[in-house]
């Protein structure tokens, strides 16, 4: 009977190769076989039920299921990669939209000198995010814990070496816009682990959070601690450590709390301030609060279309392309230059970029997949929410940036190269699975986790 019931599956499979040598997408083989077979041995189980002998019951399920290459044909127009051309047009224009304000808006002598440097960070941007594009994300999966620590030796090399202004780290602040995907690989590797594993993302999580506290970053640290401590909650609702979500969730709160208290305990005296004024700057309009009584006083002057009335003491730092309006307050100085019609079209393409990005997260049927893109579109979003926020006059705390519009050449490319990750989860994401992932495991050790 075993010799038969093998020689049944051969059958099988060998029509399922049959079916698979017609799609010509290699990556979608797996999920096409598996599904084919577990369909034809079902068919094949239930016609022996029937009182039909192994192999009639074989040849009767393979039969009624169709010519295989005509099968294979049809799959082959099924299953292929999605490039999903709208987030590639989005990008595209919100590239553009930050080539045309370097351009035309803002005035300076070696013009030509800055989009020169522009363009050809913008031509590493795109090459990073084709090359992302093509990368199989499951990448992530197979080596989280080299991603986690890679990300840690590269910040704490910024640290060190990267050149400091106004008492941070120029470059090592971008650093922090690949925690999140770091995170989410040590996410991926905790599942199904129990307690344990929520105690390991709750460590990695505070790891990552002081590396971003010590770049020095508060706004880091806080952009940060939300995506990780959101990415964390959803795990736990999706039950992948395999533990009851109260506790989970009291565990999470625990971690929560603790970092809390960390950055209250770090926050300097003008972070305080400036807390103090985000809502109401005119409480003190010279001291904390004097970034946003500026901004909301050339918003209040700026019409729907067209130069609005500037004062004159911000009209030299509106124009200027080395003044903050340049970095950390481009959206305050183009909806005075130009109008709220520019604000219309930068939230158009990014909001268009947001709710499609979200909308096809969801839409993953692997949880990793559906984690690395999540990840990734939290990270934009909260770029976006902070730098617009900041430019209407709630300075809660400084950007990182306006991705792919404002100015830092690094955080561009940063950017990019995320986005490219992402649209590589929507390509091929339909046709990846987890695998299967192994029950829950007492850990005794507390080191039995990192020598697996």
């Known amino acids: 009977m075993g010799v038969l019931v093998m020689l049944s599956l051969d059958r099988i499979k060998k029509y399922v190769d049959t079916i698979c040598q017609q799609i010509r997408w290699r990556k979608a083989h797996s999920r096409v076989s598996e599904e084919m077979i577990n369909h034809i041995v079902d068919a094949r189980d239930s016609y022996m039920a029937e009182g039909l002998d192994e192999n009639a019951a074989t040849e009767k399920a393979i039969n009624e299921t169709g010519d295989a290459t005509n099968i294979g044909t049809q799959l082959d127009r099924i299953h292929r990669p999605k490039p999903q051309w709208g987030m590639f047009a989005a990008t595209g224009v919100c590239l553009i939209i930050g080539l045309l304000i370097r351009m035309f808006v803002f005035t300076d002598e070696d013009r030509v000198g800055l989009m020169f440097v522009r363009l050809f960070y913008t031509g590493i941007g795109i090459a990073g995010m084709i090359i992302a594009y093509f990368t199989d994300f499951t990448v992530i999966g197979k080596y989280p814990k080299t991603i ?30 690949l925690f999140p995907l770091a995170f989410t690989a040590i996410i991926y590797a905790a599942r199904n682990k129990g307690y344990f594993g929520i105690v390991l993302c709750g460590l990695a999580l505070v790891l990552l959070s002081f590396a971003a506290l010590y770049l020095p970053s508060i706004s880091g640290f806080l952009h940060f601690g939300i995506i990780g401590a959101t990415i964390l909650g959803i795990a736990i609702y999706k039950k992948w450590f395999g533990t009851k979500r109260v506790h989970s969730f009291l565990l999470m709160i625990a ?17 305080w301030n400036r807390l103090a004024v985000a809502f109401n700057p005119y409480s003190d309009p010279n001291g904390a609060g004097y970034m946003g009584v500026m901004v909301r006083k050339l918003l209040s002057s700026a019409v729907f279309w067209g130069r609005g009335n500037i004062s004159g003491e911000y009209f030299v730092g509106v124009t200027e392309p080395y003044s903050i309006f340049y970095t950390d307050l481009i959206m305050t100085a ?38 690395v893109s999540i990840s990734i579109m939290m990270t934009f979003c909260m770029q976006v929410i902070v730098y617009v926020g900041y430019n209407l006059g709630f300075p809660f705390f400084a950007p990182i940036s306006l991705p792919l519009i404002s100015h830092g050449n690094t955080a561009m490319v940063i950017n990019l190269v995320l986005i490219g990750f992402m649209l590589s989860v929507f390509r091929t994401g339909d046709v990846v699975t987890d695998g299967e992932i192994p029950p829950v495991k007492n850990h005794n050790r507390f080191l039995s986790w990192w020598n697996e």
Request: glycine share 8%; net charge positive.
């Open 334 to 371: 183009l909806i005075s230059l130009l109008g709220w019609v520019t604000f219309a079209v930068i939230i158009s393409a990014l909001l268009f970029l947001i709710l499609k990005g979200f909308m096809l997260c969801f839409k993953q049927k692997s949880s990793l997949g559906l984690f």
């Open 148 to 177: 986690y620590f890679s990300v840690i030796a590269v910040s704490a090399a910024m640290i060190l070496f990267s050149p400091s202004e106004t008492g941070g780290t120029f470059y090592a602040q971008y650093i922090i816009l």
């Open 255 to 271: 971690f929560a709390a603790a970092l809390t208290i960390v950055f209250l305990v770090n926050i300097p005296p003008y972070g």
